[in-house]
Every structure is written in C-alpha cells, then in structure tokens.
C-alpha cells in the first residue's frame, strides 16, 4: 500500500519568516495531494491540494509544489501569522479515493 | 466549500456498551465516505471506506464485526462500535467524497466524535 513520510515533525519559525513542510510518497499510481491544517481538537481543513498533471499550484500566501519523478510534494507558507500555528497534514490519495496521510508537522509561528 | 457533520461530538461510555455515530453531508450527496482514528498527537488512520447501498470495505487490522458501518443514505453514514472498550477511546473523524462542479474529488471531514470508554 501507500505509505506518506512527512518532515519535519515539529517546525518553529519567526512571524514573517517562510515555513516549508515536505512529503515523500511511495507509490507511483498516487495522483492526488493535499493538505490539511488541523488545530488541536478540531477537524482537518483543506487548505490546498495539487493533481499529477500540475507541477505547482499557488493559493496567497500558500504554495504547494510536486515531483512525481522524485514522488515528493512540499507545502510553502510565505509570510507566516501567529494564526498559522497549527499542526499540517500532507497525504496522497489515487484512483480508489482512499488517503494516506503523513504523520504531520506540528508549525509553530513565533510573533 | 461543502460541509461535513458529526454527532455526538462527545461521548463517554462504559466499557461493553455500544456506541453509534453519525456523519451527514448537509449540502451534497455523497456516494462515498470514510472513517478515520486519530489518537492523540498521531495522524488519521483509515478505518473504512462507506459506500451507499453497499458493504463498507476495511482496512488492514481493522475488525468489521466491532465496527459497524452503515451507508443508508446519501448523506448519512453511521458507525457503531460495539462492545467497547478503553483502548478504543480515541477521535473519531469521518469524511465525505464531493465531486463539486467537475470530474475531481475532494474530502471534506466532520468536526470528528471524541469517545472516551470508561
């Protein structure tokens, strides 16, 4: 099966500062990614999410990149806001819609 | 973007006693769901996929007859756990497949169902 590797596990970064969260995947029939911001207690949020046949895709202030060669995927948030303080969920879904999800990232964003 | 509830948010329960919870998409039909467990500080874990007017199908190590899944609607799925116990005290999410106004998918999740078995 699918099988999502997620670094870093904890990421502390300055307000203003850029925060990149990067995921590794396994198998090469993946073609779906997204990613979900989930804050303590509370459900995931789509927050942006990329399809194989895209390479980059750019929402504001987030970013989210793709090399299906390499099979990884990395997540930019430029500009980064105490509000983004949040634990990040990359995951990699294919034809049977089923998602595997990496472990996450707990972000911290330091005013 | 679509949206995805969850009742109870909250149960607590004696161990042997059984549990449902409900998932609604209020605003879409979904064909398809899914329930996840997250444990705390972990990620989510697939626990079943829930097809209307089908069987659910289960993942690895997950047992079907503790975890009852029912997809009676297009918009309501329930998952039972029966006979509980405290190492299934967990964060219960579910999720609902929605096509939006084109061919690609996208899973929006229910605010999950906190059990905590006593």
């Known amino acids: 099966g699918e099988n999502v590797e997620q670094h870093p596990s904890t990421l502390s970064v300055q307000e203003g500062d850029s925060a990149v969260i990067k995921c590794t995947y396994s198998?090469?029939?993946?073609?779906?990614f997204p990613w979900y911001k989930q804050e303590l207690g509370k459900r995931p949020q789509l927050i942006i999410d990329?399809?194989?046949?895209?390479g980059e895709k750019k929402d504001q202030r987030i970013a989210v990149t793709l090399n299906k060669t390499a099979k990884h995927f990395s997540l930019h948030i430029t500009e980064t806001q105490p509000e983004d303080s949040a634990v990040y969920f990359c995951?990699?879904?294919?034809?049977?819609?089923?998602?595997?999800f990496g472990k996450g990232t707990l972000l911290t964003v330091n005013p | 973007g679509a949206v995805v509830s969850q009742h109870p948010s909250w149960v607590i329960c004696k161990s042997g006693t059984s549990v449902k919870i409900e998932c609604r998409s209020l605003d879409f039909q979904a064909t398809t769901m899914f329930w996840y467990r997250q444990f705390p500080k972990q990620s989510l874990m697939l626990m079943a996929t829930?097809?209307?007017?089908?069987?659910?199908t289960y993942e690895q190590g997950v047992e079907k007859d503790k975890f009852l899944i029912n997809h009676a609607s297009l918009t309501l799925s329930t998952l039972t756990v029966t006979s509980a116990h405290p190492e299934d005290s967990s964060f219960y999410i579910c999720?609902?497949?929605?096509w939006g106004s084109g061919t690609q998918e996208t899973q929006y999740f229910g605010p999950g169902t906190r059990l905590l078995v006593l």
């Open positions: 198998d090469s029939a993946s073609n779906y």
């Open positions: 829930s097809n209307e007017g089908s069987k659910a």
């Open positions: 995951a990699a879904g294919g034809s049977n819609y089923k998602l595997t």
């Open positions: 990329i399809r194989s046949n895209v």
């Open positions: 999720s609902a497949l929605s």
